[in-house]
């Protein structure tokens, strides 16, 4: 089972950007729920936001809710995170993961099982 995370780039403070992750087929006997992390140097991983892929559950970390849109395409097996009105100190690589977790524990990193590459996001002027 694979995830592979893409989008990621150089772009200016208060600029936009969409990373994309897609997973493999067959996905759904694995997990059910793909959440974004991100990790900036020398921190430690941070939850970002979640996705059911019924769409039936949403969740965002704090300090991106109202910039960051998290989306799904089930036809292509596709989760996208639409991110607006991007800060500097949303610099920082984004990682894609997979895992079923209970809604409660859907910003907790130890839920997902099923990580993809890194995608790296730097927001400078």
């Known amino acids: 089972v694979q995830l592979q995370a893409s989008g990621g780039g150089l772009v200016q403070p208060g600029d936009s950007l969409r990373l994309s992750c897609a997973a493999a087929?067959?996905?759904?006997?694995?997990?059910?729920?793909v959440a974004w992390f991100r990790q900036a140097p020398g921190r430690e991983r941070e939850f970002v936001a979640a996705?059911?892929?019924?769409?039936?559950?949403?969740v965002y970390a704090d300090s991106v809710k109202g910039r960051f849109t998290i989306s799904r395409d089930s036809a292509k097996n596709t989760v996208y995170l639409q991110m607006n009105t991007l800060k500097p100190e949303d610099t920082a690589t984004y990682y894609c993961?997979?895992?079923?977790?209970?809604?409660?524990?859907?910003?907790?990193?130890?839920?997902?099982?099923?990580w993809g590459q890194g995608t790296l996001v730097t927001v400078s002027s």
């Open positions: 087929s067959g996905y759904a006997s694995s997990y059910n729920t």
């Open positions: 996705i059911r892929w019924s769409g039936g559950n949403i």
């Open positions: 993961a997979g895992g079923r977790p209970i809604l409660s524990s859907m910003r907790t990193i130890r839920s997902y099982g099923y």
